[in-house]
Nanobody, 115 residues
């Protein structure tokens, strides 16, 4: 099982980034997928959730209206479009796949929002 995040980097406040998470080794299309983030010295927090078929999404209040989670089940890939980025969005972003007792994590991708 592998989850590989990409797309992080340094961006100025107000800018945009699109994160990707490439999945392999499990039945991606049957899993609810989530993006989490962890800022330095803080606990990991849930950012966004998308159901297996992509029909339902949910967001943390801090990112609602700015971030969009999506998935391409044909390509086993999860996305997070991040717009209007703020310095407080700086964190390591992780994708997560969870179903029943199965719980998989990627290694994370760094996002830094700074001028």
């Amino acid at each position: 099982v592998q989850l590989v995040e990409s797309g992080g980097g340094l961006v100025q406040p107000g800018g945009s980034l699109r994160l990707s998470c490439a999945a392999s080794g499990f039945s991606f299309s049957t899993y609810t997928m989530r993006w989490y983030r962890q800022a330095p010295g803080q606990e990991r927090e849930l950012v966004a959730t998308i159901t297996s078929g992509g029909g339902s999404t949910d967001y943390a209040a801090s990112v609602k209206g700015r971030f969009t989670i999506s998935r391409d089940n044909a390509k086993n890939t999860l996305f997070l479009q991040m717009n209007s980025l703020k310095p407080e969005d700086t964190a390591v972003y992780y994708c997560n796949a969870r179903k029943v007792v199965f719980d998989y994590w990627g290694q994370g991708t760094h996002v830094t929002v700074s001028s």
